[in-house]
């Protein structure tokens, strides 16, 4: 029996609902599923718990039974974890964050497949990735229409709704039924050779409408659930965060005063971390007013700055606040509903848009080569992170591209600037600042030679300074080649020594890697 307070409005949709191990019923497994959520913000609270219990008991009977889950980004572990605990996942895509996930992905035991965000909802429109056979999507709640209310992400929620075979929704209490109205969902894409230009002239641009659509046929179950997104706390600025948001504030205001930026700078992006945090809190005492952003996700320190009237705008497909970031966004929801919009992300991180835009574009690193190539993803090379997300979405199209990091990971012993970084995500001409807390180097319009000894001087550790310099000379003496100078045998010597060792190797894949924040 359905309650009055039931957010399902539809009449025709209300003989839909049930229980969450009843709907899980209906995803058979080698299923690719599509889920709802982006960095810990909308996605399937009940749904992924149910299907793992299910892909429990098959295993209990010795009857094989995984899925491939697709999503946004990264999701919870009610999700991505729950999943990967029982084994029930064959491959994931396209970018996650967990650690029993990443233990898996690292021991082979996982397929994971490493896409830039802008590209998944269009590979799967192409048909590269194979048929969706079930989407499972988070809602805020159903009007009497049929239409869509989204929660807090929107992803890659509009594509999983159109393509896949069979949806099943989650209606979520939880989220606040004041997000109507936040949303902008664009459905004028087309495929090749029909597309048109995205009319995003200005950040806070409306090209669609607040709500999702999705054929009645198709949906096979809804369950109702009343449960908080995964809010993770960040921690207070530390002083190296805080002297790497000092080096981007004076570079920017530097950069207007050469008129090579406006007064109020240019639409900003920022990746998900506390040096990212750091940075939008340097810029709440800074000197720019009027900002905009346009990113991927909306971080406290972005609700920071439009309560303060320092940011008048912030375009997003996600929001991603700690438990009293959210607390604040509650309390004068009304107020940012006027001022933020969120988007799919094949639009937030379009690149044609960005380009448009002339995003300033600030995201974190692994590792970054003396020659400005950089590593966002592996750690020794070989093991994944998390995944590349959308920092190549903007930095490869962005009018500024910052990387950022600390000079030195593992307490000081591991260099963070490197001879040649083990896996290259961002090649050196998509790379235009490199910032640590020792410096930045302005890498725009220097030849390879040019940006090692900027790169050295100005960024790496005084550790590691000595060594990197050395390496640079006895390259510039025994390189083949002189354009890019390399001593081959030698480039990838500052990885620990320990990995020539197999017992280190065996217990490095063993145990998890180590923490993301740590490599921030």
């Not at 609902?17 to 599509?34: E, F, H, K, L, Y």
């Not at 049929?146 to 594509?159: A, E, F, T, Y």
């Not at 604040?328 to 991180?349: G, K, M």
């Not at 001409?429 to 000894?453: F, Y």
Request: glycine share 8%.
């Amino acid at each position: 029996m359905v309650v009055s307070a039931s957010r399902v409005q539809a009449p025709h949709l209300r003989s839909k609902i049930m229980t969450a191990a009843d709907a899980a019923a209906q995803i058979p497994s080698g299923a690719n599923v599509g889920m709802s959520g982006f960095t810990g913000a909308g996605y399937p609270k009940l749904l992924p718990l149910a299907l793992a219990e299910r892909i429990n008991a098959h295993h209990a009977r010795g009857q094989k039974f995984k899925v491939s889950v697709w999503t946004g980004a990264s999701t919870a572990p009610e999700l991505d974890g729950a999943l990967a605990k029982v084994d029930g996942i064959e491959m994931r895509l396209p970018y996650q964050s967990d650690p029993t996930c990443r233990k898996r992905i690292n021991a082979g035991r996982m397929e994971y497949i490493d896409i830039h965000l802008s590209h998944v909802a269009q590979h799967v429109w192409f048909g590269f990735l194979g048929k969706l056979d079930v989407a499972i999507v988070e809602v805020a709640g159903i009007r009497e229409d049929g239409s869509l209310i989204p929660s807090s992400s929107i992803g890659n929620n509009k594509s999983w709704l159109d393509l896949a075979d069979k949806v099943i929704l989650e209606v979520n209490a939880w989220q606040d039924l004041r997000l109507e109205g936040m949303h902008d969902v664009y459905y004028g894409t087309q495929l090749p050779p029909h597309r048109k230009p995205i009319p995003i002239l200005a950040t806070g641009d409306r090209i669609g409408e607040p709500y999702l659509r999705c054929d009645p046929s198709k949906i096979v179950a809804i369950v109702e659930t009343n449960l908080p997104d995964r809010n993770s706390g960040f921690s207070a600025p530390d002083e190296s965060s805080q002297a790497i948001a000092e080096h981007i504030l004076d570079f920017l205001g530097h950069e207007v005063k050469k008129g090579r930026l406006p007064p109020n700078l240019l639409p900003l992006q920022s990746g998900v971390g506390n040096v990212a945090n750091a940075v939008m809190a340097g810029l709440e005492s800074g000197p720019f007013e009027n900002m905009t952003a346009y990113t991927e996700v909306l971080q406290d320190g972005m609700l920071s700055l439009l309560r303060k009237g320092k940011l008048t705008l912030a375009s997003a497909t996600a929001l991603s606040l700690s438990p009293d970031g959210y607390d604040e966004f509650l309390r004068n929801l009304d107020f940012y509903r006027e001022r933020i919009v969120l988007r799919p992300q094949e639009i937030s991180n379009h690149p044609e848009v960005i380009r448009r835009l002339g995003v300033i574009a600030m995201n974190g690193l692994i590792e970054a080569d003396i020659y400005g190539n950089v590593n966002s993803t592996h750690i020794m090379g070989t093991s994944i992170m998390n995944g590349i997300g959308g920092s190549g979405d903007f930095a490869r199209n962005s009018y500024l591209s910052f990387f950022m990091t600390p000079s030195a990971a593992k307490g000081g012993k591991i260099s963070c600037i490197v001879p040649m970084a083990s896996h290259v995500d961002h090649t050196e001409h998509d790379v235009q600042i490199i910032v640590t807390e020792q410096g930045l180097a302005d890498l725009r319009g220097l030849s390879p030679k040019a940006r090692a000894k900027v790169i050295i001087e100005n960024c790496a550790h005084p550790t590691f300074k000595p060594a990197l310099k050395e390496y640079y000379k006895r390259a510039l003496e025994y390189s083949p080649g002189l354009h890019t100078p390399h001593i081959l045998d030698e480039a990838l010597t500052f990885l620990p020594n320990w990995m020539a060792n197999k017992a280190a190797r065996e217990a490095w894949r063993e145990d998890a890697v180590v923490q993301a924040d740590v490599w921030r």
